[in-house]
């Protein structure tokens, strides 16, 4: 009797979670590729085929486009970890106590408002009337105003903003659990600064390293906000193909093919990424 209510208490506590992964997952997912198939062959009229995906290889603007994202997403989280790494390491072994806390509370402060006012202050610093313009021009480093905006920098600026914190917590969560005698060691066998990161440091952050990556690549390939405010209309980044194609064209076929493809891309590239590393998806995640 115990066993079976002990059962029945982990199926009801199981259901809201099947319960959400089904609805507003796996069905949404099916229907999208079910529209992803289907041909307009005339009003109302459609046939099964692929070739929506088709269209995405024959028009060099779309592939480009995909190659284009697909790489400054890559960019951007390998320079998230550059940034994100220092930081994390500093918090989790160089602190204790309340500055360790204040840092912390630090990071995570601009991402009390939404990504929409953060993308926001960063175009009023970087347009041509922005405050980094007319600092330049006080201080007599350019003889008129400069238009930081609207260019590919500007667009990694704001990815790596928006997303260093997703990198900085699984990091610092696993930075925190190695254990400062294993630091000390290294130091006492005589290992220098480079072998204690490379050797001992480095390895146990892999998961959080991992971990991080994961995240980061997939906000910024799917980042919509960041990419049209700070690059512009023209900044060709494949989530504003979609919503071109979802909500200007009405081609929902075309849009829902899109969608598909970003999410062929993103798990072949954390799986290929998860080999490289040699970690596995419920390591990573579990330790960091």
Known sequence: MRADASRLGFYLL??????????????????LFVVSISEKVGPREYETGFANY?????????WRTFARTAIMSIAATALTLILGFPIAYYIAKLTRGRTKTTLFLMCMIPFWVSELVRTFGWMILLRETG???NALQSLGLVSGPVELLYND???MVGL?????LFMVVPLVTTLDSLDDSLIEAGYDLGAS????MREIVIPHAMPGIVSGCIVVFMLSLGNYLTPILLGGKDSLWFTGMIYTQFITRFNWELGSAFGFLLLALSSLVIFVGLKLSRQSLTDTMGRA
Do not use: D, K
């Open 14 to 31: 199981l259901a809201p979670i099947l319960l959400w992964l089904v609805v507003l997952i796996i069905l949404p997912h099916i229907g």
């Open 54 to 62: 088709a269209a995405f290889f024959t028009e060099p603007l779309y």
């Open 131 to 133: 405050v980094i313009s």
């Open 153 to 155: 920098a500007a667009i």
């Open 160 to 164: 790596v903003y928006t997303s260093i």
């Open 193 to 196: 600064s480079t072998a204690v």
